[in-house]
């Protein structure tokens, strides 16, 4: 387990901002798929709120 914690740091500190911009792009393009995916598959207006909700909060958690 620490073998993939040490190669994911490794993989982090060797990645140069040519590579970084594609791989954020692909990212975000991921996460952007998966949210239409659950709007489209029964999230309903009320969890989706609440769920934003939870994430606000988490967020002015972290923040202060």
Known sequence: M???L???ANAYN???WPDAIPFLICI???YWI???IDTRA???KKKLRQL???IKEAI???IG
Request: charged share 30%; no cysteine.
């Open 60 to 62: 002015d958690e972290t």
């Open 28 to 30: 975000i393009g991921l």
């Open 42 to 44: 029964g999230i309903g």
């Open 34 to 36: 998966k949210v239409k």
């Open 2 to 4: 620490f073998a993939v």
């Open 6 to 8: 040490s190669d994911a």
């Open 52 to 54: 934003k909700q939870v």
């Open 14 to 16: 060797d990645i140069s």
